[in-house]
């Protein structure tokens, strides 16, 4: 599956949020990204924010590959700096369950990237970044990586967002 845009948390994919408040951030960000990419071709821009509402049954959990980050650890921000540094997926599972490195984090992962806190694969530059980024306080996301995993979220509505 190459949906979604590359240089994400988990790879490209479909993402879900439990939480109402994160996808409504999340779909007026983009809605914003992209009417200001219309405007800037010269096309009015008029895209609307949705925020989907799914169901996902956890007994499928068994039938797929899954990896699940219960905190934002060493493994975690390896996991997410390899995901946003390559264009291609780096992992195989069909869902990736964990915080989210979100907006309120970039300015640390860019940070963490371009080795200001020193080597991303020592101990130390990885829990500077850590204690950075507030790990306590990071949105929970899960993200669906392959068809296989897509085909088992069942959409039951949508809500435009202002």
Known sequence: MNQGKPYKDFGR????SRTESQARRIAIRNRNFKNDLLAENGIMPDAQAW?????FDD???????VKEFTEPN?????????NRS?????HDYDIVIGSTANDDTNVAVQAFMNRIYGDPNSDKAIQ???DNILPDRLPYQMFF???RAV???RNVGRMAVR
């Not at 994919?13 to 879900?16: A, S």
């Not at 925020?51 to 169901?55: H, M, N």
């Not at 493994?75 to 700096?81: I, P, S, Y």
Request: with cysteine; hydrophobic share 40%.
């Open 13 to 16: 994919g479909f993402y879900v």
């Open 51 to 55: 925020v989907y509402t799914c169901e």
């Open 59 to 65: 007994g499928n959990l068994a039938k797929l590959k």
């Open 74 to 82: 060493k493994e975690w921000v390896q996991f997410v700096v390899k």
């Open 86 to 90: 390559n264009r291609k997926r780096q």
């Open 128 to 130: 500077t970044f850590l």
């Open 145 to 147: 990586g392959t068809q």
């Open 151 to 153: 085909n088992l979220l």
